[in-house]
Structure formats: structure tokens, C-alpha cells
């Protein structure tokens, strides 16, 4: 059996190597059993991220939330107010546990993020007023606010940053929409800067997603069914992300940055997300120990984090030496007919359908189990 030192060394090296590793997941549970911090203390997690996904699995399984949903119920609040009392009271609770990590990075990790409600993915002003009632609620320092890369979120994200709130920017596909999201980012830098913000404590991340990328043109390439398109699956998302890369050393090198940066700005780091494989034909640390370059954060759920500890192959930096591999693939992909405009079109509409469906799904079960705390 392994040591628990030998049991984590590849999240070590993942570590070493310049890579946040934070966890996809949360809980009551997992906070109060003591698992979070566990995961702190011994396997590298530096950072948590939530959706409305993990949200509605958490609360649905109702494990831990039985006395404030009783509480919540005597107060007969609205189902909406109940969510937030119950979703901030986890980030708060989470990112207290993190708070030692936040202190000593200087506020780069030790993160938490919550993502503003998904039905407001395509209302810029409800978006930013949003964001502030979260960071309000949650009122901790080291807090992100998730705002999705709609068209509809890039102004709010330059306002939200320009009031001096840490933004992960969520569901980015495409790497134009990522490069209006850097843009939204360093416009939001240059209001907080005009407002008197110390720049100094404005962090953000952009998470681009991994996965369903593949998921999406794997599936077209099966549909050609031939040899050429067999060669090509598995092959568009790590491309994508790879010149996402290319695109973040770019930006964070132009003149416009450096003012920035001399004023006491810090980077938007580049997030992988999405990184649990979707096929299992491939290898399950495939999104981990093929995008390892320095300066991302890598947001795992538990059985990706729980891999890469068991038998992860970090041999260093896997990015920046394949830009020009990365363009010839998706080159080809597109070559067989398979547009890659329409597919992360496609995506980023199914991504923010797929969280509003979660918040529903939440939405109904906290009312269904307030409706039976107010029986009891």
C-alpha cells in the first residue's frame, strides 16, 4: 500500500509545477466532517469551486442542512432567499477553512467561488447587482464571484471587477469569447484603478472548459465513422485549451498590462475546468497531465483529484510547446466539416441551460423540504 506521501507526490508535482489545484465540490457535509480541510492539510487543494450543479446535489441529499432548513421555514422565507442563506452560509464556511491558505499565497488561492443565480446569464445589470449581494452576503475576503462569459456577462464583468470584487469567470468555450473575457477583465482593472481601488486585491480566474469539448466533437467525428475522424478524437479540447494558453501569454504581455501590473495588478489566471473525462476510454487524468503549465489553477471533482494521486504522470510543463500541434488539429477537425464556432456556440447555450435546470431541480427540492420542515 502506498504511504500517503508517495499517495499524493503527482499532486505535489502538479503543485510544483505551478498548478492550483483547486476542488470542484462542496458541502455541508464535507465541511463539517472535517473532509475539506482534510484535503487542505494533505492533498495540495489550495481553492474550492461550486456550480449549481454541486449545489442541488448537495442540498438535495439534504445531509446537513436540516436544522436551517427548519429555521428557514419557520421564518416562511421564499425558496429563493432559502438557497442563498444555505449556498453563502457554505461558501463562508469554506472559505474561513481556507482562509490560512488566502494569507499565505497574498490572496492568489485560498479561494471559494459561488456563482451568481443562472437565470440572469444573459441580464448584464441583474448580473452585476447580483455579484454584489453575494459578496455582501458572504463577506469574506477571499470570495469569488462566478460570472458566466455571456455576451450579456462581459460588461458586468468589467463593472463587477471595477468595484473591487474577485470574479471567476465561468462557462468559456472559445477562444475569442476568452479573449473578450481578458479584455472584460483588464477594462475592469482600469475602473478599479480610476475608483481608488488597491489593485493589489483584485483577483480573477477564467475558467475554460475542458471536457465537453471533446464530448461534443468526438461525438461528430464518430458520426463521419472514418479512419481520419477516428485519428482526430480526443484531440479538440486539449488544442483549444492549449491556445487558450497561448492567447492568456499574449494578452499578459502587452503594454496595456504592464501599466496594470506596475499599479499592483495581478494576472486573470487561466482555469481549467470541466477536467473529469467524459469518455472512458481515455485515461481519467487526461485533462490534468496534458494541460500542466505554470500560473493555471485546475479545478478537479473528487474522483479526478482522487486519480491524479493514485497515478497521475506530471513530466512537466505539457502546454506551451504545442501551440502549433494544437492549431494543425483543430485545422483538422474543421477540414472533416466540423465547425468549431457552431460547437462552442452550442456549448456555452447547453452550458447555462444545464445550470438554470440545476437551480430549478434546487429550487423545487428546498421547497418541497421546507414545505415539510413547516410540518414538523
Do not use: C
Request: hydrophobic residues 45%.
Amino acid at each position: 500500500m502506498k504511504s500517503m506521501s508517495n499517495a499524493v507526490a503527482p499532486l505535489k508535482s502538479l503543485s510544483d509545477e505551478g498548478v492550483s489545484i483547486w476542488l470542484d465540490d462542496l458541502s455541508r457535509k464535507r465541511i463539517e466532517s472535517g473532509n475539506l480541510a482534510e484535503l487542505i492539510e494533505n492533498s495540495h487543494v489550495v481553492g474550492v469551486t461550486t456550480n449549481p450543479s454541486i449545489f442541488q446535489a448537495a442540498i438535495g441529499s439534504g445531509e446537513g442542512y436540516e436544522d436551517q432548513l427548519a429555521d428557514l421555514a419557520v421564518r416562511k422565507v421564499t425558496v429563493d432567499e432559502a438557497v442563498r442563506m444555505m449556498t453563502t452560509a457554505d461558501v463562508r464556511a469554506a472559505a474561513d477553512i481556507l482562509r490560512p491558505v488566502y494569507e499565505a499565497t497574498e490572496g492568489r488561492d485560498g479561494r471559494v467561488s459561488i456563482e451568481v443565480d443562472p437565470r440572469l446569464a444573459h441580464e448584464t445589470e441583474a448580473t452585476i447587482a447580483e455579484a454584489k449581494q453575494l459578496a455582501w452576503l458572504v463577506d469574506r475576503p477571499n470570495v469569488m464571484i462566478k460570472i458566466p462569459a455571456t455576451l450579456a456577462g462581459l460588461p458586468a464583468i468589467t463593472e463587477v471587477i471595477g468595484l473591487g470584487i474577485s470574479v471567476n469567470v465561468t462557462l468559456i468555450f472559445s477562444l475569442d469569447r476568452y479573449k473578450a473575457v481578458m479584455d472584460a477583465y483588464l477594462a475592469g482593472l482600469e475602473k478599479a484603478r480610476e475608483r481608488g481601488v488597491d489593485l493589489a486585491t483584485v483577483h480573477s480566474v477564467a475558467s475554460f472548459f475542458i471536457s465537453r469539448v471533446d464530448a461534443e466533437i468526438d461525438k461528430r467525428l464518430g458520426a463521419l465513422g472514418t479512419e481520419e475522424a477516428a485519428a482526430l478524437k480526443g484531440k479538440a479540447a486539449l488544442a483549444n485549451a492549449r491556445l487558450a494558453y497561448e492567447a492568456y501569454e499574449q494578452v499578459f504581455a502587452t503594454a496595456r498590462w504592464t501599466a496594470l501590473e506596475q499599479a499592483g495588478a495581478n494576472r486573470q489566471r487561466p482555469l481549467w475546468a470541466s477536467t473529469g473525462v467524459k469518455d472512458p476510454a481515455y485515461k481519467d487524468t487526461l485533462y490534468v497531465d496534458d494541460l500542466v503549465a505554470p500560473g493555471t489553477v485546475n479545478t478537479m471533482p473528487e474522483a479526478t483529484l482522487n486519480a491524479t494521486a493514485d497515478h497521475g504522470v506530471i513530466t512537466g510543463d505539457t502546454v506551451t510547446g504545442g501551440y502549433e500541434q494544437a492549431r494543425a488539429d483543430l485545422k483538422a477537425v474543421d477540414a472533416l466539416g466540423i465547425s468549431y464556432d457552431e460547437v462552442v456556440t452550442q456549448l456555452e447555450d447547453e452550458g447555462v441551460a444545464k445550470f438554470e435546470a440545476a437551480w430549478n431541480d434546487l429550487l423545487a427540492t428546498v421547497t418541497t423540504r421546507l414545505q415539510g420542515a413547516e410540518v414538523k
